[in-house]
């Protein structure tokens, strides 16, 4: 039987390889330069779901100090890895932490929130949604801004690609990377989306020198009525981030 690993486990193939397949994804090109305008010069920015620091780097790079919350080991890993990299004066202004965005409880209040790459859609519409923004109002500055990047629910409908032809195949050392959707769903009446994604890697020659089977999963609902009651409300409508989601942003009431 196919062993099925969570995604961003720190075990996974999804974890290992996760900037080659973030960098080359076009829904999120030019995503920072958008995080970038949501807090003033020099502010403080939490990440929620930062993952590898794919945004949170950069953002300490211009200057923000930035806290990036994750849940998965496997991923901060290989951000602390990047920030030990970073020269000193950047890296003072970046924190990683782990955390999970349901029950967030970090002591302190922050000049934007944001989370990116439908990272926030992880997370179930449901009393997780309910504890996830009040969690965000209870850490969000007076004069804040919150945004969350959240898939569009269309692309989902669209059929399945085939499972035997590579949704995405790069040159990786000694070999190459390809990716094969074995299964997709998308149970519309919950909003759940599920890909079961085949991560295989070879030799330059084709022949396999590793598989990982690993679900992925996104769930899609209206945020608006959750963060209503949380005490925050719209800071305008949805803007569009690449052809397959939108920025919601919030403010409070
Ligand atoms: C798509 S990655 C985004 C990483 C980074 N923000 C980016 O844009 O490249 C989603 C991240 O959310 C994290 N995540 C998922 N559920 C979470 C939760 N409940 N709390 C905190 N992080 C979570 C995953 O571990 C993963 O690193």
């Known amino acids: ?80 890895a990047k920030r030990a990299t970073l020269p000193a004066e950047v890296a003072v202004r970046l924190h990683f932490v782990r955390g999970d965005m349901r029950s967030l409880a970090l002591g302190r209040q922050f000049d934007a929130i944001i989370a990116s790459y439908f990272t926030f859609a992880h997370v179930q519409p449901s009393a997780a949604w309910k504890q996830a923004f009040a969690g965000m109002a209870r850490h969000l500055a007076p004069g804040g801004v919150i945004a969350l990047h959240l898939p569009d629910a269309e692309p989902m409908k669209r059929p399945a690609p085939s499972p035997d032809i590579p949704v995405f195949r790069k040159p990786i050392e000694g070999g190459v990377l390809t990716l094969f959707v074995a299964a997709q769903t998308f149970n519309e009446k919950v909003g759940r989306f599920d890909l079961l994604l085949d991560y295989v890697t070879s030799t330059d020659k084709g022949v396999e020198t590793a598989r990982s089977r690993e679900r992925y999963t996104l769930f899609v609902g209206d945020p608006e009525p959750y963060a209503a009651k949380a005490g925050l409300r719209p800071a305008g409508p949805p803007e569009a981030l690449g052809a397959t989601g939108f920025i919601h942003k919030f403010v409070k009431c």
């Open 1 to 80: 039987m196919t062993v099925i690993r969570p995604y961003y486990s720190t075990e996974s193939a999804s974890a290992l390889h996760y900037d080659l397949v973030a960098f080359a994804d076009p829904a999120v090109q030019l995503d920072v330069d958008l995080y970038a305008h949501m807090a003033k010069a020099g502010g403080s920015i939490l990440e929620l779901g930062a993952g590898t620091g794919r945004v949170a780097i950069p953002l300490a790079e211009r200057g923000f100090e930035v806290t990036g919350l994750d849940i998965a080991q496997g991923m901060l890993v290989r951000a602390e």
